[in-house]
C-alpha cells in the first residue's frame, strides 16, 4: 500500500506499549489515515508449543504488547476517535491458549484469593486454516479435534485513560483497553473518548476467535495483520466506548462486580438512544430492556467487561455519531485491502 | 384436545401457586403427559392499563403466579424432569411492562440500597399482533413507535427445591424458578434436577419477548396459553437447569454477584461436556472459553441469572441426556397442536 | 427455674427445626416470657473429635439445629419481637470447628465456583475452661497451643420470614437467621420484625467465640444453656434485625455481594437515627459516616452479613424502641440466673 | 526539628502529587529519616465553608494531594519500605465533610450506574477542638450538635505502583493508596512493598476522624502535620500493604466485591501467620477465623478496603517483620516531638 493515506507499522522487538498513557507515540496521524499494523500476540509471541509455559517464558509486566500509540492530529479531550476495523487476518497459521496459574474464571485468583492450589498449567496450539477460515482445537487427554469457525477480533483497543493515569495493557476500563470481547471484529467501527492530547491509540491482542466470557482467561491467541481506518469526532464525547455495526449499536461496560460492567453498558446505551433518538430516558430504558442483547466480554481480566447491544432496525430514525459509521464503511470499500 | 395423554388446566383465581415448594399438588401426571396450561402473567393480570401502577393493585406477596404445582409420577431426589416446550402463545392481544419502585438494573433497590429516591412508576401497555407475531412498542414521552417480534417465553419454570425450602415464584436458583431467560421458547427443552418425591413442577411469568438482562426488572408481560411435554430421567441428576435447543445445549447459573451466576453456568457446562462428550475437564474448559456464548437472563431478580451456550455441531460426538430433547421433539411433532 | 414466667426446652433428638418458617410451633409464649433452653450445635452434636468429617458424620440438609419454633402471643406482621440474651452458657467442655469441602472464605465454593479440588477436611476440637473462661486452640500441623477468651454468642437467631418462604437454617436475611455475628452476646437485645402471626421465633448456632467475618466458615461450636426474655413491640416495624447493647447500637444487612449488606445495614442505621433521634437523613448519613464502626459478621454463608454500629453516648438524646432494651436489661437482672 | 535525620516538608501549591507513580520525587531519604510533613487535605483546602460545594470549587483530577514522593535510598523491588507514623496532628480548627454527586455507598455512582438523580451535595464543617481532642459536628436541618473524639489517621499512604501503571491518588490497591482505614493512625507502622527502585513513597489525605466504611465516601478531611520515621526492610517482600501496632497485626485488602478486599486481607493474614509464627496455612486459617477482626476501611472508593486484623498477644511466638515495629517505636520516642 503507498497510499499516502496509509501508515504501515511492523513494530521490532522493544517498540511495543505495554500500557495505555506512558508510552511516547510511534507516530502523529491525521484523522483519515489508514494504519497497517502487525500486533504481536498477548505472550509477545513467546508461546509457540506445548511445552512453553506462561509461567516460565513469558516475563512480567511484560505481557499483551500493543502497537502504538498513535498521536491523533487535533484530538483534545471531549472529542471522540473513531476507529474503524477494515480488515484483522491472523499473520501465522497457528494460535495458542493456555491455563495460567490464578488467572480466569473458573480458578481462585490473587483479587477472588484462595487456600487452594491453581490450576495445572496447560498448553492448547490450535491450528489456523486460513483459506477455509477453520481454527482446529485438539484436545490435551483425548484424541478429539473439533473445527471452529474463525473469527478475528481485538482484544484490546484504547486511547490514553484520564485521570493522569497509566494503565497496564491488560486492564479493560473507559479508556477502552483490553475489553476482550468478540465483537471488536472486521467491520465495526470502535469510538473511544479523547482524555489527553492526541488520544494516544493503540491495539493488540488479537484472537483468531474467542467465546464470550473469555472463561479461561486466555483466548485463541495469535498474532495480526490489521487495517484500520481512525476518524476524529470533533466536540462529542463518549464517556464508554462504544461499537456500531452495520447492524447494531453496542455500549460496553469494564468493572467489577460483573453487575456493574452490566449497568454501565445499558445506562450508556439508554443515555445513546436518549441523545441520538429522541427518545426520554424511561422510554429508551423500556425499550432496551426488551429489544436488547447482553453478551458478555470478558470475566476474568481486572475489570470484567459487558456489552449492551440493540439492532439499529429496531431504533427510531436517528443519526448516532454522525453518520460516521456509514461514512468509514464506504471510504474502506474503496480501498484496495493488501 | 382429548388425547388421554393431555391434561388442560386453566387456573381459576385463588387456584395459583406463590411459591416453589410449600404448596400442594393440583394433579399427578405420568411421564409422557402433555400439559395444556394457560398462565397469568406476573402481575395476576392487575396491569391492564397505564394507570395500573404496581405499588397500587399488585398486593405482596401475590405476584408471578405459577400454573401447578405437578406431581410427576415415579420422580425422586436424584432423578432430572424434562420439560420440553411444544407451543407458547400469548393468550390476549396486549401485554404490559412498568417499572417499579427500587426494582431493576438501572436503579438503586432494597439490597444495593441508597438514599436517593425512586425511580418514577411508568406503565407501558404494549399490543400484540398475533398474527403477525409482532409486539408494538409506544413511548410515553414522545410519540415514537416500534415494531418488534414477538418471542414468546416463560420467565419462571421450577420444581419444589431442596434443603426443605420454600421459595417466592420471584426467586430463581438451582430449582429454577423465576430465570428469565429469553432461550425458555418454544422448541427448547428445560432439564430440572428433582429434589422432592414428584419434583412438584410449576410455571408462568410469559414474556411476549425480553431483552436479554431483562434490564428494567420486567418483560412484556403476558398471560399464555403454553403447551409441554414432560418426562422423567431416571437416575440422571441435574445440579443446574439446563436447556437444550435443536441447536445448542445451556447450562444456568443464578447467584450473586454476577460473576458467581457466570462461574455456576460455566462450570456446569463444563461438567456436563466431560460427562457427556468424552471430553476431560481441562479441554471441556478450553473448548467452553473458545466456543461459547455467554448471553446474560436477568441482572434484576433476587438472584442474577447467567447462561452458557454451546453449539451442538461444534461438539465431539455425544448423546446429552439419553438423547430425550430430540425424542421429545418427534413426539410433540405427531400432537396436532391446538 | 420454677417462675411461672419461664419457660425450659430441651428438645429431644427429631424435636429440632432445621428451618425458618414451616415447622410448627413447640410452644405459645406470652410476652415477658423467659425462655431457658438448650440449643445443639450445627453438627447437630455429631462431630465429637478430630476423625469426625462432616462430609461423613453430618447428614444434609440436617445441619444447623434450631431450638423453636416460639409462637409469640399477639405478635403480628408489622410488630417487633425483642429477644433479649440474659445468658449464653456452654453447655460441654469442649467445641468443634472444621473446614468443610466448598465451603468458607478462601475457598472456591458451589457458588464462587472452580474447577480446582477442596482444601483437605481437618476439624480442630478446643477445649473450653468454662471457670476461667477460656477457649484453647490446639495446632494440628505443629504442637502450637493459644488460649483466647471465652465469648459465647449465637450464630442463628429468627423468625419465619416474610413472601410465604421457609428458609434453611443455614441462611441469614431479612428475617434473621444465621448471621453469624459475635455481637450477639449476653447482655444484648436483638430486634426482629414479624411476617407471620406469631413471629415463630427459634434460636441455635451456639459458638464459645467466633472471629469477625468467619473466615473458614465455622465457628467455635458449642451446644448452650441459655436464657432470653422475649418481648413483644406493638406497632413498631424493623425492615432488618438490629441489636441494642448497653453502650451500642447496631443494624445488620444480610446480601450478596458482600457491598449490599454494608449498604443495608447502613441504610438501616441512618434510617433508625432518623426515625428515633431526630436527625434528617442527611445528617444521619454524615454522623454515621464518621461515628460508625462496621465489623464484618459472615462472609461465607449463603448471605453475607455486616453490622453497622455507633456508640449511644455519641447520640443526641432519643428512646430507641421506647426504651425496651432498658427496661428488659432490668427485668433480667431480677431473675436470679440459673 | 534541626536533627540531621528529620526532613521537613511543607509543599506550596503546584508542589504535590496527584498520582501514585508518574511523578518526580521531591528528595531523596535515607532509611532511618524523620519525615515532618504538612498535608494538605482532599480537597486540596477548597472546600472552606457550607457554600463551597465539591462539584463547584475542586478542579476533577486535582484531588487528594499527596506530599512526596520521597525517593528511599536503597529501596529495590522485593523490598519493604516500613512507614512509621509517630504523629499526625491537624493543622486547623476545622475540618470539612461532604456528599459528592455519584460518590459514597448510599447513592448510585458512576459504576453502580442508575437512572436516579444524584443526592443532594450538602457541606458539613466540624469544629476541631485541639486541646480538648474533639472534633464537633453540626447537623445542616437542625440544632444537634454531637462532639466525638479526635482520632487522627491518614486515609493516603502508598508507593508507586507495579507494572509500570501510574494510579490516581484516588485509588486503593497492592501499591497503598487511598485506603482511608482509620487504623493508620499515630503508633502503628505500615509496611509497603517496593515495586520500582526508591518505592516513591508519598501521603496525605489526613482526617481528624473517620467512621468504618467512610460511608458517605468522605471523612472528617483536614490539613495535618505529621511525623512518620521511614526504613526500609531489605528482601522482605510485602504482597499487600500491612499495618501493626503496640497491640495487633493487620493486613489490608483492596478491591470489587468488598468480598474480593476480605479474602484478600484475609489470605494474607494467614499467610503472614504461616511465615512468621510457625503455624501451618491451614492452622492459621482456623486461628483467624476464630480470634480475628475484620474493620471495614472503606467501601466508597475506586477499590473498596478491607482490614484483616489480630491481636498479638493471641498469637504463638514470633518476630514479624524482624521486630522492626518495636524498633521504630523505640526510636521514635527518642525524638523530641514538635
Known amino acids: ?90 499473520a501465522r497459521d497457528w494460535a495458542a491458549s493456555t491455563t495460567v496459574p490464578l488467572f480466569g474464571a473458573l480458578t481462585s485468583t490473587h483479587a477472588t484469593a484462595s487456600l487452594q492450589a491453581p490450576l495445572p498449567e496447560v498448553v492448547w496450539m490450535w491450528q489456523l486454516d486460513r483459506d477455509r477460515r477453520t481454527c482446529l482445537f485438539s484436545a490435551r487427554d483425548s484424541d478429539i479435534q473439533v473445527e471452529l469457525p474463525m473469527d478475528p477480533m481485538h482484544g484490546t483497543v484504547g486511547v490514553a485513560p484520564a485521570n493522569l493515569e497509566v494503565r497496564s495493557a491488560l486492564v479493560p476500563d473507559a479508556h477502552g483497553g483490553n475489553m476482550d470481547t468478540p465483537e471488536m471484529r472486521t467491520g465495526v467501527t470502535c469510538y473511544l473518548g479523547v482524555n489527553v492530547e492526541g488520544a494516544l491509540l493503540s491495539l493488540g491482542d488479537g484472537h483468531a476467535r474467542q ?32 461499537i456500531e455495526s452495520d447492524t447494531h449499536l453496542m455500549s460496553t461496560g469494564s468493572a467489577r462486580p460483573l453487575e456493574d460492567a452490566f449497568r454501565i453498558s445499558q445506562l450508556d446505551l439508554v443515555q445513546w438512544l436518549a441523545r441520538d433518538y429522541g427518545l426520554s430516558e424511561l422510554d429508551a430504558y423500556q425499550l432496551v430492556s426488551q429489544a436488547g442483547e447482553a453478551p458478555l466480554a470478558n470475566v476474568c481480566d481486572t475489570n470484567y467487561t459487558c456489552v449492551a447491544k440493540i439492532r439499529k432496525e429496531w431504533l427510531p430514525s436517528g443519526d448516532p455519531h454522525r453518520g460516521l459509521h456509514r461514512h468509514l464503511r464506504e471510504t474502506a470499500a474503496l480501498l484496495s485491502t493488501p
Not at 507516530?27 to 509457540?48: H, K, M, Q, S, W
Request: negative net charge; proline residues 9%; contains cysteine.
Open 211 to 242: 467465546g464470550e466470557g473469555e472463561t479461561c482467561g486466555v483466548a485463541v491467541e495469535c498474532a495480526m495483520n490489521t487495517v484500520v481506518l481512525v476518524e476524529l469526532l470533533k466536540g462529542v464525547s463518549t464517556p464508554w466506548p462504544r
Open 1 to 90: 500500500m503507498s497510499d499516502p493515506r496509509i501508515l504501515t507499522v511492523r513494530p521490532k522487538e522493544g517498540e511495543y506499549a505495554w500500557t495505555f498513557g506512558g508510552a511516547a507515540p510511534v507516530a502523529r496521524i491525521e484523522p483519515g489515515t489508514f494504519l497497517n499494523v502487525y500486533t504481536e500476540d498477548c505472550f509477545a509471541g513467546r508461546v509457540r508449543s506445548e511445552k512453553d509455559l506462561v509461567s516460565e517464558v513469558c516475563e512480567f509486566p511484560f505481557l499483551n504488547p500493543q502497537t502504538g500509540p498513535f498521536h491523533v492530529v487535533g484530538a483534545e479531550p471531549g472529542d471522540t476517535v473513531a476507529v474503524h476495523f477494515v480488515s484483522i487476518e491472523p
